[in-house]
């Protein structure tokens, strides 16, 4: 399984954003909001060029949502082939990947914990057992917590304590268990803090 295994504060403070969503991430970011390093504290984040601008939103999405580059790039470029404004589409395609969906339902706490339950093998979509985290959900799916998984004191530990709204493009189940793509994502749906528009214009160079 490909994913980032290096020093996630740093990157995080980088790019001044959590992007890994973790709580040591966010108590970081509140005692120390500049770049890492001697001379962060002097570094003013939004000084460089246009590219770097770019790289950085690119980089933000890609750690928010788990992908190394080629994944990502490969990712962009079917965004690319869609209809409709590029950007969009590679935040639509991010946010249908199952272990988003995982953590939209609020069984994970953060995005990499709900891909570790993907790959797992506690998450069922419609009825059967998927552990490829970029698997991607449609419109009409039913993804479902295995028997073992419902179980599970962390998973319910986050929902009664994370208690996150699930997104309107989701149906969630009474009980929780439960989550049904009512549609497609839309970009009002997407709240990652990413700027799409320079993710394009960087790869359009």
Known sequence: MARYTGPKVRMSRRLGVNVFENEKGRRAMERRPFPPGTHGRNRRRNAGSEYLAQLQEKQKAKYIYGLLEKQFKKTYDEA???????????L??????????TFRAGWGSTRPQARQFVNHGLIHVNGRRVDIPSF????????????????MIVIQHN????????????????????????DLPQREHVDAPVRESLIVELYSK
């Open 80 to 90: 690319n082939r869609m209809s409709g404004p590029t950007g969009e589409n590679l």
């Open 92 to 101: 639509i395609l991010l946010e249908c990947r199952l272990d988003n969906v």
């Open 136 to 151: 991607r959900v449609r419109k009409g799916d039913v993804v479902s917590l295995s028997p073992k998984a419902a179980q």
């Open 159 to 182: 929902l009664d304590t994370v208690d996150r709204s699930v997104v309107g493009w989701l149906d969630r189940s009474d009980d929780k268990h439960q989550v049904t793509v009512r």
